[in-house]
């Protein structure tokens, strides 16, 4: 079975520069969540959607940060403009049902911004 | 709100000791609690979860943690440490009704030879 899946798993750019990040959920899984982690501040929740609808996105840093997601099996988290701080390790994960808790991970996209 | 401490970012363990991670709760409300393990290069995976049945839970690999509700704790054990189980672990908790879990910063087990 697919598991989440993230793209690209790694990026390097310069600050500046617009980033798209990209993930495709496990099917049937109608959550998606995006985590960010840094070593300074471990493992944040950075938005949240139910059924494509985002519910909580208290955790987006500011303006430069937008996410959408069109369609059950497709979301994007975009930084326009990037900057050094942006660096870390973005996630994704789903689930198919909330109020299990359980969340499916993807393996991360890795942003390295100059 | 809900949060979570886990006690010492890193812990190191000999092959075939004890291995103890350690992680307190707080919460509002009764909270379901999980424990995650990211190996290097890879995404978080469920190691066990507590929704209010069995106290102590059992995992995958030989972990199990016991829910404390008078010490707010959640501790992970297994009785012997194997190399494969370096990795970061990660504790989590959501409260029922908000069901999004907020992680602690995760404990990196190191296991030596």
């Known amino acids: 079975d697919a598991g989440v899946i993230q793209s690209p798993r790694h990026e390097v750019t310069e600050m500046g520069q617009e980033v798209t990040l990209r993930c495709k959920p496990i099917?049937?899984?109608?959550?998606l969540f995006w985590y960010r982690q840094t070593m300074m501040r471990g493992l944040e929740l950075l938005i949240y959607?139910?059924?494509?609808?985002?519910?909580?996105d208290s955790g987006m840093p500011e303006d430069r940060f937008s996410a959408k997601m069109p369609n059950a099996s497709f979301s994007t988290l975009k930084i326009q403009p990037s900057e050094p701080r942006d660096s870390a390790v973005y996630f994704c994960?789903?689930?198919?049902?909330?109020?299990?808790?359980?969340?499916?991970f993807g393996e991360g996209s890795r942003l390295t911004v100059l | 709100a809900q949060s979570v401490t886990q006690l010492g970012s890193h812990v190191s363990v000999s092959e075939g000791a004890l291995v103890l991670l350690r992680c307190n709760y707080s919460?509002?409300?009764?909270?379901?609690l999980f424990w995650y393990v990211q190996y290097p290069n890879q995404g978080l995976q469920l190691l066990l979860k507590?929704?209010?049945?069995?106290?102590l839970v059992k995992g995958i690999n030989g972990f199990e943690a016991e829910f404390k509700k008078s010490e707010t704790s959640f501790h992970l054990t297994k009785p012997s440490a194997h190399m494969s189980d370096a990795a970061e672990y990660f504790c989590?908790?959501?409260?029922?009704?908000?069901?999004?879990?907020?992680f602690g910063r995760g404990t990196s087990l190191i296991v030596h030879p």
């Open positions: 994960a789903s689930t198919f049902s909330p109020s299990s808790g359980e969340l499916f």
């Open positions: 099917s049937g899984h109608n959550s």
């Open positions: 959607f139910n059924n494509n609808v985002p519910i909580d």
């Open positions: 919460s509002s409300v009764p909270p379901y």
């Open positions: 507590y929704t209010s049945a069995a106290t």
């Open positions: 989590a908790v959501s409260e029922r009704g908000s069901y999004i879990p907020t």
